[in-house]
């Protein structure tokens, strides 16, 4: 099928019934994995890599896997840049086909993040691609970011970032973070619904690892378009890796490629049919 915008995956606006999956992937088996959990549940499928580890797997060379797994895939599938903090990684996404880019510019201060954000929605615009941005800060750490602390985002303050950025789809922080979560997220379902109620923006949730499936379903509920998951794939196939090693002490290279191709299939097939989106493509 065909590339499409992750806008165009979402649920129109007004139907909180769902919520799309964005899955971070680090190298062919886990893109192979998130691609077949996609066409066996018949759901559409957000493939996704963050800035902060690229130093692990090159966007050079990732990228174009990526593209090739979404365009081969059965259902509608983007290909999305998670958290991009420089103007170069993102031209090189959008040069290599990504149909959506994330500008995090949610550590600079209100009028400097919309003045980065405007620059980088003119510049995706201008070559099809939709954009992403972050007001208020998610915490935790995004792959190898330094860790920062929760900022609950600020009603106004989300309606104005929306309102000037031109922006395509707004993360939000709500009481989320990054990575493992160490003690119970308190999440602030309040904030969120005022916030989807002042903006027709379609909301972002980061920081989904270790969430309950009452999180997730309260979450879209009230808004959330999008949820994004990386550290319980990343968890899935470590996992499912440990296993084949104690299982199979002869065990070979190819043994452990489909271990990561199985555990994030696994993963991301149980993230979706929370997220509410089995047979939407």
């Known amino acids: ?63 174009p896997i990526m593209m090739a797994a979404a365009k081969m895939c059965k259902v509608p599938a983007a290909v999305h840049l998670d958290h991009g903090g420089t103007l170069e990684t993102i031209k090189l996404a959008l040069s290599l086909g990504f149909t959506s880019v994330m500008f995090d510019g949610s550590k600079y201060p209100l009028e400097e993040n919309i003045a980065r954000t405007k620059e980088v929605v003119e510049l995706a615009h201008a070559q099809g691609a939709a954009v992403e941005a972050e007001i208020g800060c998610v915490g935790g750490a995004e792959g190898d970011y330094k860790s920062v602390d929760i900022l609950v985002t600020d009603v106004e303050e989300a309606k104005r970032f929306a309102l000037e950025t031109g922006i395509d789809a707004m993360a939000v922080a ?34 989904g690892t270790g969430l309950s499936t009452e999180d997730f379903i309260n979450c879209y509920k009230r808004g959330i378009k999008k949820i994004n998951i990386a550290t319980a794939s990343y968890d899935s196939s470590a996992a499912r890796i440990k296993e084949v090693c104690s299982a199979k002490p002869e065990a070979n290279y190819f043994d452990f490629s489909d271990a990561i191709v199985q555990g994030t299939c696994e993963n991301v097939k149980r993230h979706m049919k929370i997220f509410g989106v089995e047979n939407k493509a």
Not at 185 to 207: F, K, N, S, Y
């Open 1 to 63: 099928m065909p590339l499409v915008k992750m806008t165009e995956l979402f649920p129109k606006y007004g139907d909180n019934s769902y919520a799309v999956g964005a899955f971070n992937v680090s190298d062919m088996e886990m893109a192979m994995g998130a691609v077949k959990a996609a066409e066996e549940l018949n759901a559409p499928i957000i493939l996704q890599i963050a800035e902060g580890r690229l130093r692990y797997s090159p966007l050079k060379l990732l990228g």
């Open 174 to 207: 709500i009481g989320t973070a990054h990575g493992n979560y160490r003690e119970k997220p308190q999440l602030r379902l309040d904030r969120l619904q005022e916030i989807a109620e002042a903006t027709e923006c379609p909301l972002v949730l980061h920081g």
